[in-house]
């Protein structure tokens, strides 16, 4: 979690390291039954790719592409998995 800064008036910045690290992450979590046991729901009720690796692929974007906060923000300072893991601070709060 040290890979993330919970300012939302700077743009993330991902080294190469970290993507590395967010890589092995994905790689342990997509192993585990829990992954599987939830691809397995979401393909039942019609809302995943069958592929279990273009799922991957899907939960890998959705988690840690960066994007704005707010209207019209051009700076990409937060990720789904900062938010939901981390969280964020506007104006020092």
């Known amino acids: 979690l040290d890979n993330y800064a919970s ?3 700077k743009a993330e910045v ?5 993507q590395k690290e967010m890589q092995i992450f994905m790689q342990r979590l997509m192993g585990t039954p829990h992954m599987k046991y939830a ?10 790719d ?10 890998y ?3 840690f592409t960066t994007y704005g906060l707010g ?3 051009a700076i990409n300072c ?3 998995f900062e938010h939901v893991f981390v969280g964020e ?5």
């Open 7 to 9: 300012e939302t008036d």
């Open 61 to 63: 974007e959705v988690w």
């Open 71 to 73: 209207t019209g923000q």
């Open 14 to 18: 991902v080294s190469a390291e970290e």
């Open 50 to 59: 069958s592929s279990y690796s273009r799922f991957a692929s899907r939960v």
């Open 78 to 80: 937060s990720s789904g």
């Open 39 to 48: 691809h397995k729901v979401l393909v039942a009720w019609g809302k995943a």
């Open 89 to 93: 601070e506007r104006d020092n709060e």
